[in-house]
């Protein structure tokens, strides 16, 4: 687990308020700190949240999500950009909170999965 896949976990485990933990995930996805959201972030992150999953869940994905490649790709379809354009944080926002499924995308599938593994390491 590198330090990366630690915040990625660690954002999708904790509470909040729906806004300011999407304020969160776009901070994440981030990665250069710019302000705004490229291809190459989301397929960054996405790799690592990919790390976290087993490698048996990751085989009952949906055939056009079961890698980062295809998973980052359909997150950036979703938001109409063109290759090297970029997501605000307004944008990332208003599209996931209109869209279940991109929430569903932009984190790890179980997050309760997650906090039971980390329950069972505490006892």
Known sequence: LDFKEYIVALHLTSGGKTLQKLEWAFALYDVDGNGTISKNEIQEIV?????MIPAEDQKKLPEDENTPEKRAEKI???FGKKENDKITEGEFIQGVMENKDILRLIQYDEPQRIKDKLKEKKQ
Request: no cysteine; proline share 0%.
């Open 47 to 51: 790799r690592s949240i990919f790390n």
């Open 76 to 78: 950036w379809a979703f």
